[in-house]
């Protein structure tokens, strides 16, 4: 009896220390659309944004908190092959990279729009990004459900149409 209380205590401590050097998790997120891709992890954010600079349309970035959400490089990524001889109506990646800090929610609003007018063509995205001790824990683009929403959805129970009278 006292071999197997020693045994189950040396397990029990190397089951702790084994777990000992495991910290938070990462949350990655992945969030996909027509001409969007966004990547959050940590610390960072990506975003690529695909149009046709030849059309007048031109991606844009904003951020209403730059203290929370701090953009650390834009670039124009174009298409492999020969960059000598730009082609009409070929399409570009506009690569963002944002960095986190701090606590607390942002927004990102990502644009596809001509700068001198508005149209109904014009196609924006809005993303919240929330940040809890300086990393990334959730990522929901304003109008769609939240995963707490969809939940809270599918587990209200809907009231029966049927009246007191026609129950008995």
């Not at 910290?23 to 992890?41: C, F, P």
């Not at 991606?59 to 020969?82: A, F, M, Q, R, V």
């Not at 596809?112 to 109904?120: D, I, T, V």
Request: proline share 4%; net charge negative.
């Amino acid at each position: 009896m006292k071999k197997l209380s020693i045994i189950f205590t040396v397990l029990l401590a190397f089951t702790a220390l084994a777990f000992a050097g495991c910290g938070k998790s990462q949350t990655k997120i992945n969030i996909s659309r027509e001409n969007l891709d966004l990547v959050a992890e940590g610390k960072t954010l990506t975003l690529d944004l695909t149009g046709i600079p030849s059309t007048g349309y031109e991606w844009t970035c904003e951020t209403d908190n730059k203290d929370l959400l701090i953009e650390k490089s834009h670039e124009t990524k174009e298409p492999e092959g020969d960059s000598s001889k730009p082609m009409v109506g070929t399409s570009v990646t506009e690569h963002y990279t944002f960095e986190v800090s701090g606590s607390g929610e942002a927004r990102l609003t990502a644009k596809y729009a001509r700068s001198w007018e508005e149209s109904p063509d014009d196609i924006e995205h809005v993303f919240i990004v929330t940040i809890e001790d300086g990393e990334i824990t959730m990522v929901s683009e304003e109008g769609e459900p939240t995963i707490d929403e969809l939940m809270s959805e599918a587990m209200t129970v809907p009231e029966s149409s049927v009246t007191e009278s026609e129950a008995l």
